[in-house]
């Protein structure tokens, strides 16, 4: 089974804190991503990369960075945090080209108090 | 891009099939249709995906009209535990996006 972890389901953080979000998959797979999820928004892409320290903005970067060093991790960093970075955040994984389908971690549920 | 639109809301009887349609007009030929469903709290799960025939496996089957304008996923004995959001989803052609539609609540009743 493929299987995409991410570092924690839940997360509580003040504003201004910096805060790490990981994501690690086992299927080899060369394409990552990062989405963040709310309530009458569905999913919206935040980056993606495809390759070790390739990286592209997707549809809301702002306020975010993310880091690839290694094939199967994926992290997704807010440099300071803000109440409205409160979300569902949910990272994928999935071979390049059409056909394949992507595979998502449970989800972290972080809040910016 | 390609943008897909479902009903917001269905219901199905425990044990009946679950027929959730999606309009996919402005597909382009290359562009593969995928489901996934999301259960409350849960990261999305893929179902399965098509690109012109019809497909099924374990958990559902994929029905796209000729035309490919638009598909539906058949849940064949529906349960309670199918209860979810269902999204159709359209990978957009020459990149890496994938474009989520609103997605459908199914509710399975008992």
């Known amino acids: 089974d493929v299987k995409v972890t991410q570092s924690s389901r839940y997360l509580v953080k003040r504003t201004g804190e910096k805060v790490f979000l990981e994501c690690v998959q086992d299927?080899?797979?060369?394409?990552m991503f990062w989405y963040r999820q709310d309530p009458g928004l569905g999913l919206r892409l935040i980056y993606f990369?495809?390759?070790?320290?390739?990286?592209e903005k997707g549809d809301i970067p702002e306020g975010y960075s993310v880091s690839r060093e290694k094939k199967e991790r994926f992290s997704l960093i807010l440099e300071s945090a803000s109440t409205n970075q409160t979300s569902m955040y949910l990272c994928?994984?999935?071979?390049?080209?059409?056909?394949?389908?992507?595979?998502f971690g449970p989800g972290t549920r972080l809040t910016v108090t | 891009d390609a943008k897909t639109t479902q009903p917001p809301s269905m219901d199905c009887a425990e044990g009946r099939a679950a027929n959730l349609p999606c309009n996919h007009s402005t597909i382009s030929g290359n562009e593969y249709v995928y489901w996934y469903r999301q259960i409350h709290s849960q990261g999305p799960q893929y179902i399965i995906h098509?690109?012109?025939n019809n497909e099924t496996n374990e958990m559902a089957s994929l029905i796209i009209t000729e035309d490919r304008k638009s598909s539906t996923l058949i849940l064949p004995h529906a349960t309670l535990r199918d209860t979810a959001v269902y999204y159709c989803?359209?990978?957009?052609?020459?990149?890496?996006?994938?474009?989520f539609g609103t997605g459908t609540r199914l509710k399975v009743l008992a």
């Open positions: 299927m080899d797979h060369e394409n």
């Open positions: 990369s495809y390759d070790v320290k390739m990286k």
């Open positions: 098509g690109l012109k």
């Open positions: 994928a994984s999935t071979f390049p080209g059409q056909g394949y389908e992507q595979y």
């Open positions: 989803i359209v990978r957009s052609s020459g990149t890496y996006k994938y474009i």
